[in-house]
């Protein structure tokens, strides 16, 4: 036993039930929000206040139970925070009603901390809208025709994103010839997305001024570095082949500049590295423009296994790399979601791993997971976006394993479901989105946020060149 505290509108009440290391939502009226979130609630208009709240009563058990308390005058929503001992994570259920029910999935030796906070009308803002529920406002989407051809070569395999300059830049996931990479227009508003017209195709060239070769790189992620303004770049190698992942540069027009020393437990063997086709998928430059973000796709083979359907230790290294050293710095490890769901056909593919990485602040990221398992109509891709705080994680760059290691990983918590807007995309299809970035200010100030889907080329199914905008409420 443990005891619970309830804080409504400023009024603490202790009470204590039994354990629980997890809850699912019986009733309709409520659901789960992301912990980072929390503030934006509080950052509400201060005509947005309330009177404490009374009548306080817990019930139920063990199974299930419910929390409920008088009605506030003005109260229009409440949030209800809950918390797991020896967790980094909060997650809050935001409720339209003065009570919640939510049923135990397990217990354990500690309870959850319990806060509810009464959210009252006054300053004409709206809770429970998708727009409050996230900082993320959907916008509007963009599907480039499949197969479109640009300068004899064909527009596909977009699995990075850059903005610099009034430009798009997206590399091409092809390990075919040529090793290319595109710029672009993006044509939007806060209230539409209208055109993607691609502006040019760039050849990138191996040492010696020779162009790349087929299957010897595997390009993933690319940004433009905002200090030399050279092209950043990783490949994902070839673990079957015995290549191993890079970082490299290259001028605007492809020539090679530089490649990045990076950790040795990177390099392919059969016992250790990275696992095939789960290598550095995405980078980011640093929030003080000193270095580059680099994030493995799934674990490294000695860290863990690669996730399931089941609740696996599966975490992936973010590994910092400074960029006058050359050398690669701080490592952390961030722990990886479950498949979503499984395939149709039980012998088929599922995969869940990191797909991007864009620095928001100091030891601070949007990460994308991506989820894909076969045989879906819809593709079978479930994307959330999570914020990610390194600030208080171990560097684990000294471990030579994380399995049974001790140490901290990064806190994540969930910014957004592309589950959310699904029924708003093209044939309800939410694509293989792999690439991240930061857009121009939209006309009313707010910055505004461009996802973009790899399409494979449409190599296995039908798929989309996806283009998504978001306005980010900050």
Known sequence: MRTILLCIGGLLIFSAFSTTSSFSI???????????????????????????ATDITLSGGPDSYEISWGEVEGGVNYLVGIQNPGSPRTDFIWSTTNSIS????????????????TICSGGGTSVGTNQAVSPLRYIDEFVLP???EFDGTIVGGLSSIDYADGTYYMICDDGRE??????????????????????SVTRMEDRGGIPLAAGTVDPEGLRVDPVTSEIVWTSE???????????RTTFATGVFVREYKLSPKLAVDANTGPRSNGSLEGLSVSHDEKGFWLAMELPLKQDGPAPTLEDTESP???????????ISLQQYAYELEPVAQPPVAPTSFSVNGVVEILAIGPN????????????????????KLFHVDASNATDVRGFDSLVGADYTPVTKTLVFDFEEIRDQLTDGVVDNIEGITFGPDLPNGNRSLVVVADDNFSAFQPQLNQFIVFEVNE
């Open 178 to 199: 040529p090793i290319r990479f595109y710029t672009a227009d993006l044509t939007f508003d806060e209230n539409e997305f209208t055109d993607v017209t691609i502006t």
């Open 102 to 117: 939510f049923a135990l999935d397990a217990i354990m030796e500690e309870v959850p901390v319990i806060t509810v906070i």
């Open 26 to 52: 019986v009733d309709g009226s409520s659901r789960v929000i992301p912990a980072e979130l929390f503030q934006y609630y509080l950052d509400l208009p201060m005509s947005t206040t309330c009177a404490p």
């Open 364 to 383: 601070e990221f949007y990460v994308l997971e991506r989820s894909f398992s076969s045989g879906y109509a819809n593709g079978g891709n479930t994307v």
């Open 316 to 326: 992936v290294r973010l590994m910092y790399v400074d960029r006058n050293r050359e």
């Open 146 to 148: 499949s197969l479109s």
């Open 237 to 247: 190698g070839n673990v079957n082949a015995g290549i191993s992942p890079t970082l």
